[in-house]
């Protein structure tokens, strides 16, 4: 497994449908979890599972992981790393849901919502030049129609690294936003000047298969 590699759900975990273990890891296990950033739209945490570490069933909203070290919706699990190796990430939860109407088409509409996490990294000693240039991109991206969020963070231990998390309405919204003078300025800026940019898309999985929603109905 690559280095630099994304899951919506860990490899290393099962999912079990009881709502009572559904239970928060961070202080249950602080010498496993170390929160990095928290506001009102998501939890950004260091994660590391220790070669034959196991944790009790706990619970992680849908969230995306970023692995540092080999080793998505709402999931339940009990993880036990029996690798030969530490296992090492980034886990980013997000809290609540999109800011849509209650109605029958916003479900519908939320199907398409589409998220982009972005990491860029700079040259070393960089990361003021970096901060500058992705924070002008803030105010003229959450203008555009199709932006729902847009929100840029900074690695703790690795300041010359920042991550986007970005939800746009749909992909045709993410598409129209690339061809935007002011982020097509920026991706020429930081290609002059030597910066890593790695763009990666997520879709909303539904809760509940068509079959499964069928049986219900009946």
Same mark, same amino acid.
């Given at each position: 497994?690559?280095?630099?590699? #994304? ?5 290393? !975990?099962?999912?079990? %449908?009881?709502?009572? #273990? ?30 034959? /570490?196991? *944790? &009790?069933?706990?619970?992680?909203? @849908?969230?995306? #992981? ?19 190796? /530490? ?6 939860? #997000? ?9 029958? &088409? @916003?479900? @519908?509409? +939320? ?14 000693? !960089? =990361? ?7 924070? =002008? ?6 203008? *555009? ?24 309405? /749909?992909?045709?919204? +993410? ?10 300025? !920026? ?15 997520? *879709?909303?999985? %539904?809760?509940?298969?068509?079959? &499964? ?6």
């Amino acid at each position: 497994m690559p280095n630099r590699l #994304l899951a919506a759900v860990a490899a290393l !975990s099962f999912v079990v %449908p009881v709502a009572v #273990l559904a239970q928060d890891p961070v202080p249950r296990y602080p010498d496993n979890y170390k929160v990095l950033v928290e506001n009102d739209r998501v939890r950004v945490l260091d994660f590391r599972l220790r070669k034959g /570490d196991t *944790e &009790e069933f706990h619970m992680h909203p @849908a969230h995306v #992981l970023y692995v540092l070290a080999p080793f998505s919706e709402p999931v339940t699990h009990s993880p036990t790393n029996i690798g030969d190796t /530490d296992a090492h990430g980034i886990l980013v939860e #997000l809290k609540g849901q999109t800011a849509l109407p209650a109605t029958a &088409e @916003a479900g @519908a509409a +939320l199907g398409n919502v589409l998220t982009a996490v972005t990491f860029i990294e700079g040259r070393p000693g !960089s =990361s003021e030049d970096v901060k500058r240039e992705l924070l =002008s991109l803030t105010a003229p991206t959450r203008a *555009e129609s199709g932006a729902i969020a847009y929100d840029l963070y900074q690695s703790v231990d690795r300041p010359g690294r920042f991550m986007r998390i970005e939800v746009w309405r /749909d992909a045709s919204a +993410l598409e129209a936003h690339k061809l935007t003078p002011h982020l097509k300025a !920026s991706f020429e800026r930081r290609k002059n000047a030597g910066w890593m940019t790695e763009i990666t898309r997520w *879709e909303r999985v %539904p809760e509940e298969v068509p079959e &499964e929603r069928a049986a219900l109905a009946r």
